[in-house]
């Protein structure tokens, strides 16, 4: 099924924003959908503190302060826990903002760590990084230029405290172009109400991903429901997929709406789910810093390296660790010799 792209540029009005403008923004919108795609949205000062946050992360020994950090995950369906450098899925890191004098802002339910199946052990949730804050306020600035001049996200609130850095990489010769699977951000019922116990990030609020790096390519899953006559239970379908590209200092906008359970035709209700189910890009690296409102909280995590389970480090895993931590850090480097694509 077709789908409309509307490429607009937005209105001459510039948004001053630290010292620095929005120059050429392009807005994007989709059929039957309220999310949405701004192109060029960062200034080159917040192109660079983006760039820090990535360097400074790939960059540093792994476990530091400032570096990767080292989990263990069980996701749904596995028997085993597997070094989140090992996994061929998606690679995350897990910032909030200060909540108290020992807390911080925490993204753990639904799509976060808790289905992921990170080890108590290892579940690490840092306070968001100078670079990360400002690029947080920079970003909501531009949510309320959007909502003013272009009418978009009218229902929403929007107070960004926590960052998700995902890495999108082939962290090993031959590894899976399976990165990250159809789901939903926010947990509704099929009633369309928001489920408070299953979403940790707060309601009516958008998820804010900002790719840094090479492009990929993020689809669309339209879901409709189809009734058992002789049970009368609901079961979600697949109707169609759709894609768009992601590219370096893109904006994408995930309005939950869009994720609610909406009628469709008679007694019949549809909804949207989002994934990166195939990175093909072998010698790319491409980074999504993923900004949300969230109201759960954590303690913050400062140590540098906890032991966890004796049996989880033995030598062949730590040795494929290293391996992809330093395939990680060529692809930085080749990503700042030759251009983004």
Known sequence: ?????????????????????????????????????????????????????????????????????????????????????ERPAVLRQYFGLKAGPELVYAYGSGSGAKTVGTHPDYDC??????????????????????????????????????CTVLFYFHKKKGASNKMLAFHTDNVYSVNGKFLHGKNSQKENTPTCVVTIGGSRFLQFERQVTSVNPKTGRRKWMRSFVKSIELHDNSLFVLDPSDECPEKFLLNTLFRWRHGVPSFRKKQRVSVALVFRSVTDVTLLDSMSNRPGPSDFQNEPTMKSIAEAHRTLQELFIGWNDHPCT
């Open 125 to 162: 949730t840092r306070e968001m990084t100078e670079e990360m804050a400002i690029l947080a306020k920079c970003i909501e600035k531009r949510l309320h230029y959007l909502r003013k001049h272009c009418h978009l996200m009218p229902n929403l609130t929007f107070s960004l405290n926590h």
């Open 1 to 85: 099924m077709p789908y409309l792209n509307m490429s607009v540029p937005l209105s001459r009005e510039r948004l001053e924003v630290d010292t620095m403008r929005i120059r050429h923004p392009r807005l994007r919108t989709f059929f039957q959908q309220k999310s949405f795609l701004v192109q060029n949205v960062l200034t080159p000062k917040e192109m660079q503190a983006a760039n820090i946050v990535v360097k400074t992360l790939t960059m540093n020994k792994m476990n530091s302060k400032d570096g990767l950090r080292m989990s263990f995950d069980k996701p749904l369906g596995s028997t085993r826990y597997m070094s989140n450098f």
